[in-house]
């Protein structure tokens, strides 16, 4: 089953269905999903874990489809619907047939093996001369065209990276795996330049920092990024240099660079006037353009969520957070009394999904990624996670302590018999 889920990661992720249009016609993903769901109801091995997060994405399930069923644009969102419950299935069948650290640790690495094929596809593709060219510079894509796009491709290498970090400390596949999470880490760096997304690279900057921080060579570190990081960006292309030197100088660039910026903090503003007009369930999902009358989705996470979704969306999706939190808190927890396996993945792998959780949240403020894959599979691996963290602490025996030693036997008083002149005591030699 754990090879069927890694099968549908590389369709869902790669979608070479979309790359050749010989394989779209034969509708490979929908007859693969039909396969597994068949395989699914004969194999032995399903298994709930509860979790109240299971819970939260009821609701925000829930939510969407009552904010899309009473949508008068219900007809233009209807694929984002579809869509993301079809990301719903899949994580019900990851939740259900993975419960043990073994299948956990085949799936994460599936995943991030999946993204380095992934990668590798559009980097190759991209030698080839594919490219789109906006915003006045060319800009590499994604091989697909679902989530092809360079800010939606740079996103989704940069949500992936915190599982490195995990697999690192946790030495899978040994020395040889150091250096094949190496070379993941420099070709998804040399990807997301080469995207020209501005938010991207604000996102890779700010996961370095972090695994950085969390080391005792972070001073070391910092020095060689302070040395490694201009030589990179002299080594970008000129037009690239310009694009991201818009990050702190907006007008370095051509003015549509500067109007895209400003479009994240007009897609807060527009997100509110949107609720205020639909208080408890916005627009609907999928109904930015139609009902703004924009060319261009909210760019903003937060806009997205008030605007489309509105109270209902909003209190559920908080639901979520705090269900990461609560997971997140207790494997935290339980570490503590593990100190010498704490860099076993099923405690490090709940700790790159919070920091994943974080730059979707930071990296929200520039792209609008509420119904983002990423949310429910990170969730799926989260609760197996949990799941398995309680399975460890239940079958956990303490060492014994040592016994304490039995008290000597006292010596009896010596009696007139062993006295000898001059006051000596005898004691028997036995």
């Not at 957070?321 to 808190?329: K, M």
Request: with cysteine; proline share 6%; net charge neutral.
């Amino acid at each position: 089953m754990r090879w069927l889920l890694i099968g549908y990661m590389f369709l869902f992720i790669d979608r070479p269905f979309e790359v050749w249009s010989w394989l779209g016609d034969l509708h490979v993903e929908r007859v693969y999903m039909l396969f597994t769901l068949a395989f699914w109801a004969v194999y032995p091995g399903k298994r709930w874990l509860p979790n109240p997060q299971h819970a939260a994405y009821a609701a925000f399930a829930l939510a969407v489809v009552t904010c899309w069923g009473i949508s008068p644009w219900a007809a233009q969102g209807q694929n984002v619907v579809e869509d993301w419950f079809k990301v719903v299935v899949f994580y019900f069948l990851l939740v259900t047939t993975v419960h043990d650290e073994e299948g956990l640790k085949h799936v994460a690495v599936g995943f991030l093996v999946v993204m380095g094929l992934y990668l590798s596809h559009s980097f190759r593709e991209y030698l080839g001369g594919r490219h789109t060219f906006r915003m006045g510079i060319a800009r590499m894509i994604g091989v697909d065209t679902t989530l092809g796009d360079p800010n939606s491709f740079g996103a989704s290498i940069v949500f992936a990276l915190p599982l490195v970090a995990a697999f690192w400390r946790a030495g899978v596949w040994g020395r040889r795996g150091r250096v094949l999470l190496v070379g993941y880490v420099g070709l998804s760096s040399l990807c997301i330049l080469l995207t020209g997304s501005r938010s991207s690279l604000l996102g890779l900057l700010l996961w370095c920092l972090i695994v950085v921080w969390g080391t005792k060579y972070r001073v070391k570190a910092i020095a060689g990024f302070v040395i490694v990081a201009p030589l990179s960006f002299v080594a970008l292309p000129e037009s690239l240099q310009t694009r991201f030197e818009t990050i702190i100088n907006p007008e370095a660039g051509p003015k549509n660079a500067q109007e895209s910026g400003e479009g994240r903090i007009q897609g807060w503003y527009t997100g509110l006037e949107l609720w205020q007009s639909s208080p408890l369930t916005g627009i609907g999902p999928g109904a930015w353009r139609p009902a703004t009358r924009q060319p261009i989705e909210s760019h903003m996470l937060y806009g997205q969520l008030l605007g489309e979704t509105g109270t209902l969306g909003a209190m559920s999706f908080v639901a979520i957070l705090a269900c990461f939190w609560a997971n997140l808190s207790a494997v935290r927890a339980t570490r503590r009394l593990f100190p010498e396996h704490e860099n076993d993945l099923v405690f490090g792998l709940p700790s790159a999904i919070g920091v994943a959780v974080f730059l979707l949240l930071f990296m929200g403020l520039f792209g609008h990624n509420l119904f983002r894959f990423t949310w429910l599979w990170y969730g799926g691996f989260l609760i197996i996670a949990r799941y398995c963290v309680a399975r460890r602490v239940a079958e956990w025996e303490p060492e014994p302590e040592p016994a304490e030693p039995e008290p000597a036997e006292a010596e009896p008083p010596a009696t007139d018999d062993d006295q000898v002149p001059g006051g000596w005591i005898l004691h028997s030699p036995h």
